[in-house]
């Protein structure tokens, strides 16, 4: 729904955007509290043998702040073609409504989200649904443009691995929970890592970055205050 009186659209002046980062941090700080009480609060569910149900992207506006939930706990919150189709088009949404200066992004249950559903993720380039077409889409990693001009706060708690983790490089302002563990583990595989994150990795410490990128090291038990690359600085 659009606000009657609309905002000052296109560019964010820096006082408007200060503003927002406030107001966005503040509910990041509240969501990642919430997942760090979802971990602790008792051994996840047995899986079944069968696939995961299809996942789902939360999208709730309050005022000029766009919250964007991951929604499949079933399956630590690995992301099939709808989800990452759904999230991109939320980053759109937040891109091109005026009124909205900032979203925050957060995972439901126990993990932020533990990257893809690999099965999902190959039936749907068979299938030709990925890599996505539609024209309302900006890819949330930022590998190709239409690039996201607008802020992204993200709050983590458990598992953040992979594309979560390559989410959590993407986003502008990053708030961790205590219970929170980083990986990016593809090289353990011998496999390099996508490519939003060694381009992500280049905005922040090399210090900090080389040990997850190049040893697929896992970083957990981080105080919230130590944020972004910093976490796992030695």
């Not at 509910?27 to 079944?48: D, E, F, H, V």
């Not at 995961?52 to 992301?79: C, D, T, Y």
């Not at 091109?96 to 533990?114: C, K, N, P, T």
């Not at 593809?186 to 496999?191: D, K, L, M, S, T």
């Amino acid at each position: 729904m659009i606000d009657a009186h609309r905002a000052a659209p296109a560019c964010i002046a820096r006082r408007d955007f200060m503003i927002a980062g406030a107001g966005a941090t503040t509910l990041a700080a509240g969501l990642a509290a919430a997942g760090t009480a979802l971990a602790q609060a008792g051994p996840a569910p047995a899986t079944s043998s069968g696939p995961a149900k299809p996942g789902n992207i939360l999208v709730e506006r309050r005022g000029s702040v766009l919250l964007i939930g991951i929604e499949r706990p079933e399956a630590q919150n690995r992301f099939d073609a709808p989800m990452l189709i759904g999230l991109g088009k939320a980053y759109y949404r937040l891109d091109h409504q005026d009124e909205l200066r900032a979203a925050v992004l957060y995972g439901v249950g126990r993990d932020f989200s533990l990257g893809i559903d690999r099965a999902a993720f190959a039936a749907a380039q068979a299938s030709g649904q990925l890599p996505p077409k539609d024209p309302d889409y900006i890819n949330p990693v930022g590998l190709r443009p239409p690039y996201r001009s607008k802020p992204v706060v993200i709050a983590v708690h458990g598992g953040t691995k992979y594309l979560g983790h390559e989410l959590f490089l993407a986003s502008d302002i990053r708030v961790a929970a205590d219970d929170t563990v980083f990986s990016q583990g593809e090289v353990a595989r011998g496999v390099f890592p996508g490519a939003a994150v060694p381009r992500s990795a280049s905005r922040v410490r090399p210090a900090g970055a080389t040990p997850c990128v190049t040893c697929s090291l896992a970083t957990n038990g981080v105080p919230r205050r130590r944020i972004a690359w910093a976490l796992s600085r030695r």
